[in-house]
């Protein structure tokens, strides 16, 4: 199982918030190349960076600092936040992003998100399903919609999408265990998915849990920054999977 650390971006700095909300945001790092870097040299490949900034204006404003990190560092990077157009596609692109994270995008617009599947192929494309309970839930978790996370991901699998990763509202910044009897169902279902579970994860037994169960990934930011899990953990981790 693939550790991704997670670095979210707020005016260009390393923060994180708790279940999605802006007003409970804390700075860890004002230099997200610092911390990249740090997740390189423990021996890690890939990074989900996420523009909070563009998430909340509609489109991608952090572009610089995807620019930095993938010119500074070998790390395979999805980013997402604030893509809702070709430009935005572009700009990510152009910028150094391997794949680009397409969310609540790809429930409000899924004829255009078909589109860009199309055009620039499906593994250009980690698709994120935010769920509470087991609805979709989308603008930044305020809205649930009527869509189940398994039609939800069915819909696209058929597209050609071979990533997806899942983030349960409910445990997201809380460090209090990722939902794996959720992911375990979706994992069944969906058995050649490239499936990264998301949000949650409080430490090592957690992403040994998350790696029992069959996920592919685990992406990991909180229990980085806090300390529960060290870079250390995450070399020991990585050379053992």
């Known amino acids: 199982m693939e550790i991704i650390p997670a670095i979210d971006i707020i005016d260009g700095k390393c923060v994180r918030l708790t279940q999605g909300d802006y007003a409970q945001k804390k700075i860890y790092n004002e230099d997200p ?51 809702k157009t070709e430009k935005d596609l572009d700009i990510v692109f152009d910028s150094g992003a391997a794949l680009a994270t397409i969310g609540s995008m790809a429930v409000k617009q899924p004829d255009t998100m078909a589109e860009w ?27 649930t919609t009527d869509q189940n996370v398994f039609d939800f991901i069915g819909a696209y699998v058929d597209k050609g999408i071979r990533q997806v990763f899942c983030t349960d509202v ?41 790696k029992k169960i069959g996920c592919k990934g685990a992406i990991v930011g909180k229990a980085i920054y806090e300390g529960r899990v060290t870079l250390e953990d995450l070399r020991v981790f990585g050379a053992a999977r």
Do not use: C, M
Request: no cysteine.
């Open 33 to 83: 190349l610092e911390a990249a870097k740090s997740f390189e040299g423990a021996g890690l490949s890939r990074l989900h960076l996420v523009d909070l900034d563009g998430a909340k204006a509609g489109t991608v404003r952090n572009w610089k600092v995807l620019e930095r990190i993938a010119g500074g560092t070998t790390l395979t990077i999805d980013f997402g936040g604030g893509i």
């Open 117 to 143: 599947i199309s055009r620039r192929g499906a593994d250009k494309f980690l698709l994120g399903a935010d769920v509470k309970g087991e609805q979709i839930a989308v603008s930044g978790w305020l809205e």
């Open 170 to 210: 409910s445990k997201d910044g809380l460090l209090q265990g990722p939902s794996v009897a959720l992911y375990a169902k979706i994992i069944d279902r969906f058995p050649d998915l490239w499936f990264i579970a998301s949000g949650g994860v409080s430490g090592l037994k957690d992403l040994e849990d998350l």
